[in-house]
């Protein structure tokens, strides 16, 4: 399989100078704490954002929306099961309703599935234990905003850092997600196969990022805007966020 | 026909048991089952962890009757994964 | 009610002498009443005063042209990192805790350490931990790391900073005992220092965070009320609970609350919370504090005014605001939902007073508490044991007949083995500013501008964009070489930080250490602390890495005595730019491999196998001298790596540690890793010259200090053997990097090992006792 040189396909587009800038709210919850990775992403790829406090009732005027990983209030009871009654997510659903893009990463997966805008949850790890490492991603459906500008075949290289990131949903939701194309991404060897063994957390089919049936809400449990420039590890994260800019472009 | 409505005031404690639904992977409950097997709790079949809260209330049992289920339904468990039980106590 | 009687029990059970006792009464002019007696107490245990240890801690090079916060004088130290950028670290051990109860002890060490560095006006950007425990085969030692690891990971994580480095070694020592060392390092501006001082008569004195409970109290019976059976039930001594959310939301809010301007003071509440952050901050400032106990936050009725003042209750700070600026405390608290309380006010009579109900119920005089503790100068006495240890005859030893399974030993060792089982339960990329991950020689981390905590609205810097700084960070100390030499051990540990900083292209800034050892009141084991000291002192010397700050944790021991003698010590280090960044393990097929370093030190009578790991293993035995430390062949190696580096000459830099050349040619061939099962094994083949007089075991797994392995592209080779021999730095060609085994030739011998098994063996070892 073709594995594309990533940086330098990357700073290609990049060459392609478009001069709008597109506009990216990062939600703030008491205890995120990947929303600075999230800002850093985006203004790593020449774009704007800006944090919305988690008491905000309105989203302002926003291009797409990504809700970051952490430990949002401290994961008690369940993780992301209070952040996702915070005043913010009515907007968020209104946004979301409206077709607004909207990307969860990590705990913004949990919160998502907890608000009711993706199918399925999450639950602990099949180990017990937090995992942080790297993990190869295969792209599942690549005709959708998150997926589109990824290259056919392309694994993607990012880092997981989470103690509840096993995917669930039961046989008949997970038939409809299929039937679909709502399975975004799912766990692969460096090779690119779907196996039980580069599973890092147990998740249903493997399943690392879905979306909704409309095609404009994602998450995934890896964390993309950390894999966003090779200094720190990987910039396959990039992929992601190019799809989203590319879409909000092609509506233009 | 008129139904009297009794408006009863009382203090009351409920305690609401959660557990994840049986279809979905409980890895805590198994470990737990394998450390009961490996320290010799013979006839130990099956474990399931869950979560356990209690409410202190004051209120009119009706009415908080019903509040308290969609506070379930809707917060205190994820009926996705989880199923609840609720247990009235006066 | 009235207060206890003080009685020579009384004054036992607070673990205070007749003789202190008497120098309260003469510092007072009067008897101290049960509150006050807690606060001496605590202020003058070893803890918070250093009273065994301070004259030996005096030796410690502490100033440089880079220091700006000096050890002793607050919290942490702060170092400059140029560009008006500073970093504040320190080093903490939660030792006893954790042996009680691993998860949390672990947890509130992590969190103490954390609170050390934002009181100092810096965000936390990362952690690194250094851990000791017994043998694995035990299934209580395995449960103490499983729950160490965990807390550790839980609080980190969740807090939101990465963890980035660490140690683990298992030794029967540590039974029953293990060391929890938590270090964390943040980064601020020069103008953004906080100070603990109580400054400005008249300004109040505000208490945030989570109302104060009974943790970490002993639920002695006489610091009781009443008792009641429901106040029976409370009494019990609560241990201390960790709240890493809790400790993000107060960070965050205490950072912006420093950029308003209204802090004139900030300390956090560590070891007995209030009494020592009000306290210590009237001293700083040479003022006096009133606090009304009525009105600080409590978490059950009932609580005595001694359980409040020394409650050790978790992520509470103290906060002295400028008179008029109330306000800003109460906004930015309310945005956090973080509890509040305004508590007192700042005097100018000196004296610390606590009022309950209204009534005095301790008046203290602040300086004389933080600052006149008694300075005790122990005995030291050689140990006896030393004669043992240093009678072994190496010649009684037959020398190895099976390189092979030496080698597989040593890599599965726990000790040597792979920490993976351990840094993947660390989150290590959150920040994004991780740019060597765990299992490297040391840490290398990023500063960037959104590292740094929020400006101040009037700063003149408000628009000055910092440089992105690159910072590495190693934490280090061989237990075994401080028990068969001090002094030799506590040189070693500083060398080998600096070692491990210089593979990474970093140089040395400035340590902290933690001093883990046992009874001062044993002679013996004094010697061995002062000894340490000693060699701990002219290694930071030598390499320019003041020690900006540490900790001292005392009567560590085992069922059978006292624990390894163990100064854990942690390196800050500067990269000056991120093309110097090196990593431990080969790069690229037909690479040659140097050897940096004489491969056997002809002094030593041991071979470099004294102390060593192959002779643990291999012998059971921890005997002999460990090998000598030479500072100078130290600095001179490490300054000649750093200018190759710079030079781009460098692929690949691994220094020799624990089981040598070979065990460390073994991981440059072995731990390179891109994601989960895919490591990039590497192979090597090595030709090594031996002397009539070399032990074949030495030479391969001796642990002569001074040595470094790199890896560097057949066009540098004779660049840097003439720079090498310009300089005097032995170095010689041992191998090129290649194949799909690691083979080593020593005369007509080959040993041969396969990659896959090989990392097979160091990678799971301790996966497979763990998760069996």
Known sequence: MTQVDTETELSTISDQGNASKFSFGVLQFPGSNSDQDCVNAIEVLGHEAHYVWHKEESLGHLDAVLVPGGFSYGDYLRAGAIARFSPVMRALADFAENGGLVLGVCNGFQILCEAGLLPGALILNRSLQFRSEFVHLSTVNSDTPFTKAIPADQLMRVPIAHGEGCYFADGSTLNEMESHGQILWKYATAQGDVEDHANPNGSVHGIAGVCNKAGNVAALMPHPERACQEAIGSADGQWIFRSLIEHLKDAK | MMVPVRFEWQIMKVKIIITPKKAVLDPQGQAVLNALEHMGYDGVKDVHVGRFLELELSGDKASMESRIEEACHRFLSNPVIEDYRVEWEE | MSDPKITPELIRQHNLTDEEYQLILKQLGREPNITELGIFSVMWSEHCSYKNTRSLLKGFPTRSSNVLVPAGEENAGVIDIGDGLAVA???????HPSAVEPFQGATTGVGGIIRDIFTMGARPICAVNSLRFGKLDSPEVRRLFRGVVAGIGHYGNCFGIPTVAGEVYFDESYEGNPLVNAFSLGVLRHEQIARGAAQGIGNPVFYVGPATGRDGLAGAAFASQDLTEESAEQQRGAVQVGDPFMEKLCMEACLELLATGAVAGIQDMGAAGLTCSTCETAARGGTGIEIELDKVPQRGPGMSPYEIMLSESQERMLIIVHKGREDDVKRIFDKWDLPWAEIGFVTDTGQMVVKHHGEVVADLPAAKLADEAPIYHREAIEPEYLKETRGLDLHSI???????????????????????????????TVRNGTMVHPGSDAAVIRVKPDSLPV??????????????????????????????????????????????????????????????????????????????????????????????????SLYNQNPKGAIDPTPTVAMVGLIEDPSHI????????????????????????????????????????????????????????????????????????????????????????????SARHTPHLIGAEIQLKRAEQDRLDALLFGETQGRIIISVPSVFVGKITGQAEVMNIPVEKIGTVGGKTLSIVVDKHQFDWDLSKLHDAWFNSIDQIMES
């Open chain 3, 455 to 552: 400006l101040s609205e009037d700063s003149p810097n408000r628009d000055v964009i910092p440089p992105e700084k690159y910072l590495a960070m190693s934490v280090d100390g061989n237990g075994a070489y401080v028990y068969l030499d001090p002094y030799e051990g506590g040189k070693i540990a500083v060398a080998e930080a600096a070692r491990n900083l210089a593979c990474s292209g970093a140089v040395p800034l400035g340590t902290t250490d933690n001093l883990n050892f046992g009874n001062p009141h044993n002679p013996e084991l004094f010697w061995q602390l002062k000894e340490a000291v000693r060699g701990l002192a002219d290694a930071c010397t030598y390499f320019e890495a003041p020690v900006t700050g540490g900790n001292v």
């Open chain 3, 398 to 428: 037959q020398d190895t007949t099976d390189v092979e399974g030496d080698l597989h030993a040593l890599m599965a060792w726990p000790t040597i083995a792979s920490k993976n089982w351990v840094y993947r339960q660390y989150d290590y």
């Open chain 3, 582 to 673: 090196t990593t431990q393990w080969f790069k690229n097929e037909g690479d040659v491999i140097l050897l940096i370093g004489e491969s056997l030190d002809s002094d030593d009578p041991y071979q470099g196998l004294g102390g060593s790991a192959y002779l643990k293993v291999r012998h059971g035995l921890k005997k002999g001298l460990p090998p000598r430390c030479d500072l100078t062949v130290e600095k001179n190696i490490h300054n000649a790596l750093r200018g190759w580096i710079a030079q781009g000459a460098i692929q690949s830099a691994h220094d020799c540690s624990e089981g040598g050349l070979a065990v460390a040619l073994g991981e440059c061939c072995i731990s390179g890793e």
């Open chain 3, 89 to 95: 670290f320190k080093i903490e051990s939660h030792n």
